[in-house]
């Protein structure tokens, strides 16, 4: 057993021993001092020699205090502040605050462990005790493999706790859109009304409703017939230059992906709706005189502003219910878009184009129980391959 006094390594009062050793200055200049305790000597000194270890691996030691609320709020806003969209930023900083902070934030980071982790996404639920979408656990899973990878480069701690985590299956559930039917029951409902084109544009050209809202004048070519999603509308907040919110208004940014830069072809149904819809928005600049805002919108209030999402939903989720179908969200226009293309022969190609979708994959994975079953047309194809002969 080593002697009782050795350069760091001492037995305390208590009958533990105790290994010490300082690791430079903290910031206000006293020593960054740490104690390592066990039963016994070598004990204490093994659990120094790890830390040391660490040391030598990168590890910060001033990241000992720190908490993993502490560092989220540092990584948010140091590193996602300019490079997120500001309404993803508003997404990440709501996850962060409802469900990250109160269940994990009280944990050292350097103590932090795999376990925890698993425990918090395995015990998520919504308010009303309902588990979260496979998707949302997906998007919280991301900040903090994000948050604790970018603590690893920075040396705070040595290894990414995230890394292990495994996610609850992924229940698929087939994708919510209306039939025909429904289909003509609400727009019956909506027709006559003033944005009556914009929900035949969701319908017939399955774009999303924030392209929609984004959409200008000069984005229509109606001599080509064809639509181009050139940006995407959405309301976020203002934030200072510590990410600090400060108000939220309407922005117009890019498109939802590099993907969602695309033409769509107009059938003539959505041609003459945007046609109709023109002449109705020509009368509305006329009487709003020069209170008209010039922004070139197709769909706007009428005096040209930009239209709130949550008046759209609204004045869709009234129509809804006076038809009478089934209560889906406004988004499952696009997806009766899609499963009417389906159901009309398009190819699976253009159909993942005129959506957006950033592969073939993702459009035949997102409505495969759409997709007709023409494994029995094909296999008519092998007849005689084998060239057999039965009496």
Known sequence: MPKRKQSHVTKRGDGRWQAQKTFGYKPNGSPNRKTFYGATAT??????????????????????????????????????????????????????????????????????????????????????????????????????????????RNGLVTRNSADALSLPKNDKRKIAAFTPGEQAALLNQLKGRRLFALFVVALGAGMRIGEILALRWADVDLIKNEITVAASLSRSKDRDSKGEALKSRIKVGSPKTKNGYRSIPMTHEVKQALLRHREGQAAERLRAGSAWLQNDLVFCTTIGGFLEYRNITRLFAAARDAAGVPKLSFHSLRHSFATNSIAAGVDHYYLSRILGHSSIALTLDTYTDYLPDKASHEMSKMEGVLSLKFA
């Open 43 to 152: 004990e204490a000194a093994a659990k120094l020699a790890a830390y040391e270890k660490q040391v030598a691996d990168g590890l910060n030691t001033e990241a000992a205090s720190l908490t993993l609320e502490q560092w989220l709020k540092i990584w948010l806003t140091t590193y996602k502040l300019q490079s997120l969209r500001p309404h993803t930023y508003d997404v990440f900083e709501g996850f962060i605050k409802n469900r990250i902070i109160p269940a994990l934030g009280n944990h050292k980071l350097l103590r932090l462990r795999p376990e925890h982790l698993q425990s918090f996404i395995n015990n998520l639920k919504k308010d009303n005790g309902e588990n979260l979408s496979v998707s949302t656990i997906k998007q919280i899973k991301c900040i903090l493999f994000g948050a604790l990878g970018q603590a690893t």
